[in-house]
Nanobody, 125 residues
Framework: QVQLVESGGGLVQAGDSLRLSCAAS????????MGWFRQAPGKDREFVST????????YYADSVKGRFTISRDNAKNTVYLQMNSLKPEDTAVYYC??????????????????WGQGTQVTVSS
């Protein structure tokens, strides 16, 4: 089992950058696929990005491709989401997730087994 704690959210202006972090407990972090999802008020939780256990394979939602970068440091048990050129439509609670399955280009929330509590990102226009 793994516990996930996100940090790095906040209130920024359009065009600004933020880096989210997700710290994981446990000694088997390097065996998990990791993902970032987000959920805006009144909307379903949607996929943002995912990274394989080794860090070499990554996928992004079309809405963030070219602006967001996912990475992981298995020595620090941490996954990151660097968000650049933020837009008001990026406003949401961002969740980190861990799973046993190999990553796929368009994962569903049900593809992941463990979730963090979320961190709020608000982008003002």
């Amino acid at each position: 089992q793994v516990q996930l704690v996100e940090s790095g959210g906040g209130l920024v202006q359009a065009g600004d950058s933020l880096r989210l972090s997700c710290a994981a407990s446990g000694r088997t972090f390097s065996s998990y696929s990791m993902g970032w999802f987000r959920q805006a008020p009144g909307k379903d939780r949607e996929f943002v990005s995912t990274i394989g256990s080794s860090g070499y394979d990554t996928y992004y939602a079309d809405s963030v491709k070219g602006r967001f970068t996912i990475s992981r440091d298995n020595a620090k048990n941490t996954v990151y989401l660097q968000m650049n050129s933020l837009k008001p439509e990026d406003t949401a609670v961002y969740y980190c997730a861990a799973g046993y399955r190999r990553i796929v280009p368009r994962p569903k929330p049900s593809d992941f087994d463990y979730w963090g509590q979320g961190t709020q990102v608000t982008v003002s226009s």
